[in-house]
């Protein structure tokens, strides 16, 4: 187990590089590790956040519920700088999903540095709520440095958010929505879920 993983096995917040801005992470399923990083944030508890798994075949193993289709469409988009709003039917990693229990924000990055990491983690960006991201360690909030448990330096990263894209109605439709274009352009988008 690596220094990030034993932060979060442990209840800290990890301040980290994803693969487009730095970001905060913690236990998904630890109410205070939760609540601990949205304080750090500034973020209403009420607004949900993403769970990121670091390997693909995590995620399709841990979200079973979810059907051919829409599992195609991860295989398509992801790793990759997207986060994808989907189905959660089961309401996996409820302290996530805010107040929709039913749908859940997932990412998983293209993130050599840490693709041997096998627990998921609850993931927010790395400034204050509303602030401007940062692509540099240097470029985070003190005050927010000052809070979390670990830091991990990427070196510089693209300093883009990734593309949300609610894949909500993709099993049933083979309908989606950009709701926030980002790291991922909307035609790239589009030609991987053709």
Do not use: W
Request: glycine residues 10%; hydrophobic residues 40%; proline residues 9%.
């Amino acid at each position: 187990m690596n220094g990030f993983e034993r932060c979060i096995a442990d209840g800290g917040v990890a301040l980290f590089p994803a693969d487009t801005v730095y970001g905060l992470a913690c236990d998904p399923e630890s109410r205070d590790a939760v609540e601990r990083l949205y304080a750090i944030k500034g973020r209403p508890a009420d607004r949900p956040a993403a769970v990121m798994f670091f390997q693909l075949e995590l995620a399709l193993a841990a979200l079973t519920e979810l059907g051919p289709r829409t599992r195609g469409a991860l295989e398509r988009l992801l790793p990759g700088p997207a986060t994808l709003l989907l189905p959660n039917p089961e309401h996996l990693f409820p302290l996530a999903c805010g107040p929709v229990p039913d749908r859940l924000g997932l990412r998983v990055p293209d993130l050599p540095l840490l693709v041997g990491v096998q627990r998921p983690v609850m993931q927010s960006s790395a400034n204050p709520s509303g602030g401007a991201d940062a692509r540099r360690l240097e470029d985070v909030d003190r005050r927010i440095r000052e809070q979390v448990d670990l830091e991990v330096d990427g070196g510089e990263l693209p300093g883009t958010p990734s593309t949300v894209i609610d894949l909500s109605e993709y099993e049933r439709t083979g309908s989606y929505e950009v709701v926030r274009e980002g790291a991922l352009g909307a035609a790239s988008v589009a030609t991987r879920l053709r």
